[in-house]
């Protein structure tokens, strides 16, 4: 269905006649010439088809476009089949559902006022026929004041209908459907505005088709973009080069980075390929798995002799790479190797492998405080950032953040700004028994890597140090209360 336009652009006119009358269209058009001038119409009739086009399609597809619908009435067009039967039926449809202005123009003498054509106001007002004027000339000035008038009422609808557009459309967001509160409002602006209903009706039908389709072409670049997602994360190890892959992905689909559904199905992959991804690493390190993939390629010796000499010198490189770990940590004696908590001796000092009576082994449980630890720095190590800031107390928050001005959203963008940029490693990881006020510490090892690492000459070097958990009385889940070095 074709949208009105403004009486700035160009209106359809469409002229419905029959040959016999054609000397009266021909006079019509001269007086319209004027409306055509200044570009507020473009007439159309029979007498514009092309030699060969098909002129009953062509004529209806015509009338359907049209805005302003000119029936020049006679004798031989009511008398017509084609006008009866065809033009008649569809332009006083579109007269009635307010697409288009229908106005009959009477040329002769007829009994039209006994078609439903009477309904209609004809021209000229004083209902004598064209042919009965001493000067049709008059009669025709006079047809083109109206027509000029109807143009500047189809201008004020559309002004109206495109006021009820874009506040509808902003009231729905991306939604797709009218809500029983929102139908409220709506009557109420339409008639602040003086819109019809039927136009209602119109308007609403358009957007809401339109955004019935954005909406479903949306869920499916969202389908799109989570396969493309899950397996460039499976395959490429940069972040900043899998990060810019997947923005120029969702440029390509019209989605934005920061869209809470692309961030969600971002989190949702990252969780459940975790393991997956550790599999991956540790599949050549399962004896079965490694056997089944040799043996798969019996078929093909030199095939399985090359696997086996490249999977040998892998774990022989990886055996000597621990070996020396191992050690450089006994020479460098910077941790104790049986993970037993510090404690302080009769000067007060914390001495690193001495056993202490409060010490206990550490679990092995799902929700231990150790547990917990290494799930915040996994969440931190594959970016899910919102659930690793959530694991930091509200007391951690205010007296790191909150107390140097920071707001909570200033907050955890500078808590996500430098896990952006850094890297931790950690080691030896031990819980000391239970504090008061459900307070638990745990003690590590850790050292950081920084893209800034070159301008303020970071240690590389393992820092051993405490953690102090809280356990939340909502949920009772843990929080980290502080974080400090012992060194």
């Known amino acids: 269905m074709k949208k009105t336009v403004v009486a700035t652009g160009k209106l359809s006119l469409f002229i419905s006649y029959v040959q016999k009358d054609e000397v009266y269209l021909d006079e019509l058009e001269i007086h319209l010439?004027?409306?055509?001038?200044?570009?507020?119409?473009?007439?159309?009739?029979?007498?514009?088809?092309?030699?060969?086009?098909?002129?009953?399609?062509?004529?209806?597809?015509?009338?359907?476009?049209?805005?302003?619908?000119?029936?020049?009435?006679?004798?031989d067009l009511i008398?017509?089949?084609?006008?009866?039967?065809?033009?008649?039926?569809?332009?006083?449809?579109?007269?009635?559902?307010?697409?288009?202005?229908?106005?009959?123009?009477?040329?002769?003498?007829?009994?039209?006022?006994?078609?439903?054509?009477?309904?209609?106001?004809?021209?000229?007002?004083?209902?004598?026929?064209?042919?009965?004027?001493p000067e049709r000339d008059e009669a025709y000035a006079r047809i083109v004041v109206e027509i000029r008038e109807v143009i500047?009422?189809?201008?004020?609808?559309?002004?109206?209908?495109?006021?009820?557009?874009?506040?509808?459309?902003?009231?729905?967001?991306?939604?797709?459907?009218?809500?029983?509160?929102?139908?409220?409002?709506?009557?109420?602006?339409?008639?602040?505005?003086?819109?019809?209903?039927?136009?209602?009706?119109?308007?609403?039908?358009?957007?809401?088709s339109r955004k019935r389709i954005e909406a479903e072409k949306r869920i499916e670049n969202l389908a799109i973009y989570e396969v493309f997602f899950r397996d460039k994360l499976m395959v490429i190890d940069s972040p900043s080069i899998l990060r810019t892959i997947l923005n120029k992905k969702l440029s390509e689909l019209f989605l934005e980075p920061s869209d809470s559904d692309v961030l969600q199905i971002e989190r949702d992959a990252k969780k459940e390929l975790m393991p997956s991804l550790f599999d991956k690493v540790n599949f050549f390190f399962r004896p079965s798995s490694l056997l089944n993939f040799v043996l798969s390629s019996k078929r093909n010796f030199l095939v399985s002799a090359m696997v086996m000499f490249l999977l040998l010198t892998l774990i022989g490189?990886?055996?000597?790479?621990?070996?020396?770990?191992?050690?450089?940590?006994?020479?460098?004696?910077?941790?104790?190797?049986?993970?037993?908590?510090?404690?302080?001796?009769?000067e007060g000092n914390t001495e690193i492998g001495s056993e202490s009576r409060d010490s206990k082994a550490v679990e092995n449980d799902t929700g231990t405080p150790v547990e917990f630890i290494e799930l915040y720095f996994e969440r931190v190590e594959y970016g899910l950032y919102e659930e690793a800031f959530q694991m930091l107390s509200q007391q951690y928050i205010d007296e790191v953040y909150l107390s140097k001005d920071f707001t909570l959203e200033s907050a955890f963008a500078d808590y996500k700004s430098f896990w952006d940029r850094c890297d931790i490693q950690y080691r030896d990881m031990y819980q000391e028994s239970e504090l008061a006020n459900n307070e638990v510490t745990v003690f590590y090892q850790s050292r950081l890597f920084c893209s800034d690492d070159d301008q303020i000459e970071r240690d590389h070097s393992f820092e051993l140090r405490r953690m102090v958990l809280v356990k939340s009385h909502i949920d009772g889940e843990w929080r980290i209360r502080s974080v400090t070095s012992t060194q």
């Open 317 to 346: 490189l990886g055996v000597k790479s621990c070996f020396n770990e191992a050690i450089k940590n006994f020479q460098g004696n910077d941790v104790s190797s049986n993970r037993r908590a510090p404690h302080k001796n009769e």
């Open 33 to 75: 010439k004027t409306l055509v001038r200044q570009n507020l119409i473009a007439s159309w009739s029979r007498k514009n088809l092309l030699p060969g086009a098909e002129a009953k399609a062509e004529t209806i597809q015509k009338l359907e476009e049209s805005d302003i619908i000119l029936l020049m009435i006679s004798p």
């Open 152 to 208: 500047e009422e189809i201008d004020r609808r559309c002004l109206r209908r495109k006021e009820y557009r874009d506040f509808l459309e902003e009231s729905l967001g991306k939604q797709y459907t009218i809500s029983g509160e929102l139908r409220i409002i709506l009557q109420e602006f339409a008639k602040k505005i003086s819109l019809h209903p039927q136009e209602v009706y119109l308007v609403e039908t358009d957007v809401l």
């Open 79 to 133: 008398a017509s089949d084609d006008f009866w039967l065809e033009e008649m039926p569809i332009a006083l449809r579109r007269h009635q559902t307010l697409v288009s202005f229908v106005i009959p123009v009477l040329l002769r003498r007829v009994d039209w006022e006994n078609t439903p054509i009477a309904q209609l106001q004809v021209l000229p007002r004083n209902e004598i026929p064209v042919q009965k004027w």
